[in-house]
């Protein structure tokens, strides 16, 4: 009987080279043809997930500022708004933010505020990650041409600790004690001031108002650029604001404000700013 079988299957014709050739190359093509939309699905999915984190730490914030009646606005020594240090861990690179510029970059885990108010104190060790503050697709931190550092292509995360900065634009802009010079508006009162009047006058602009956004938007915006986004669509970056919602949006980002968003106040009361005289 087995070698009954055997002769029957001897007698079968085989595959030859080149039908085996036909075949793989179809299972290529189809390959090469697949691969773009399991590369955009996978992507997609990437996005969601971020958007998710950001809207997450967007509400921390503004529970934030319900209990405290202000924003976690951080400063460096001279009194300007550094906009990762709201948030995150030290980052594995934190020794060159020790290093740099006397230190004034640099603030560990513990004391970044809206850590603290997140996460438990034994969680914000020098070298424990918080993954909340981490963008699936974030590769590159773009704190490498605004400082002049070399640090290769290390994420934001791994950076200074964060994929998403604080939105500081509109700080800059527009706590600006009028007719002073630039060089002269940097004081610690003045954080004090932005602080208290960010969530006091923003409220009225809270669906369009950034309050987060990703780091290649926050490099674009500073330097009045479009760029490609985490989420590799040109010019689309993932948004927090205000009233709690997210979103990923294509923004013109040679701007400070756009249909749908805004990282600026619409009329900025600097009568109301001014220091105590």
């Given at each position: 009987m087995m070698a009954e079988r055997s002769g029957q299957d001897a007698g079968r014709p085989a595959f030859t080279?080149?039908?085996?050739?036909?075949?793989?190359?179809?299972?290529?093509?189809?390959?090469?043809?697949?691969?773009?939309?399991?590369?955009?699905?996978?992507?997609?999915?990437r996005t969601v997930a971020c958007q998710s984190q950001i809207a997450g730490i967007g509400k921390c914030l503004i529970s934030y500022a319900l209990d405290l009646d202000s924003f976690p606005i951080t400063s460096d020594e001279t009194g300007m708004?550094?906009?990762?240090?709201?948030?995150?861990?030290?980052?594995?690179?934190?020794?060159?933010?020790?290093?740099?510029?006397g230190g004034s970059y640099y603030i560990p885990s513990a004391e970044r505020p809206v850590s603290a108010y997140m996460y438990r104190p034994s969680q914000l060790g020098e070298t424990e990650r918080l993954p909340m503050f981490r963008c699936p697709s974030d590769a590159h931190s773009r704190r490498v041409a605004p400082m002049g550092l070399d640090i290769g292509d290390m994420s934001a995360y791994e950076d200074i600790g964060t994929s998403y900065h604080l939105n500081w634009h509109w700080?800059?802009?527009?706590?600006?004690?009028?007719?002073?010079?630039?060089?002269?508006?940097?004081?610690?009162?003045?954080?004090?001031?932005?602080?208290?009047?960010?969530w006091k006058y923003m409220q009225r602009n809270a669906a369009r108002f950034v309050t987060l956004l990703e780091d290649p938007a926050d490099y674009a915006l500073a330097k009045h650029v479009r760029i490609e986004g985490n989420h590799r669509k040109f010019s689309k970056h993932n948004f927090a604001f205000l009233d709690g919602h997210a979103e990923y949006l294509y923004a013109d980002t040679r701007y400070l404000r756009g249909a749908d968003w805004t990282v600026v106040d619409e009329a900025p009361p600097y009568e109301e700013w001014l220091p105590d005289r």
């Open positions: 080279l080149v039908e085996l050739l036909v075949v793989v190359s179809i299972i290529a093509l189809l390959l090469s043809l697949l691969m773009p939309s399991l590369r955009q699905f996978r992507e997609h999915a708004p550094v906009s990762w240090r709201y948030g995150g861990w030290s980052g594995s690179n934190g020794g060159l933010w020790k290093g740099f510029d700080f800059e802009l527009q706590t600006r004690v009028p007719g002073i010079a630039q060089d002269d508006n940097r004081d610690i009162d003045r954080v004090r001031r932005g602080q208290r009047v960010w």
